[in-house]
């Protein structure tokens, strides 16, 4: 009996931390080029100086109820917290895209 109820709850912890490493949808094609460049846009003026000559950065995010990005995590730890105070709150024009869904989109940043 013990061992059939350690074998259930090592199963249920496996398919639990297998479905928690679930990254978010990626930004359809159509949708990619449109959402990459307001954000290329937001982020102008970002001080970028500790990052190499050109970098692609990827962000996760969602939308809120009033069309306003809201940052969860970003593929670049350095630049994290400025990336979020940068985009949180900004309004994003895209009609496509559903609120509260995590979404990840490619950046690529200049220096």
Known sequence: MKITKSLFLSALMIG????????GDPVTKEETSKV???IQK?????DITSMADEETLKIDFMINSK?????????????D???????????LNAKN?????TY?????IKK
């Open 81 to 91: 917290a400025s990336l979020k105070h940068k985009l949180n709150y900004k309004k």
């Open 97 to 101: 895209l559903e609120i509260f869904k």
């Open 42 to 46: 937001l982020l102008s003026g970002l």
């Open 36 to 38: 990459s460049t307001q």
């Open 104 to 108: 990840t989109v490619p950046v690529k």
């Open 67 to 79: 069309g306003e990005i809201i940052v969860i995590s970003t593929s670049n730890k350095s630049l």
């Open 16 to 23: 639990l931390f297998s479905f928690s490493s679930y990254a």
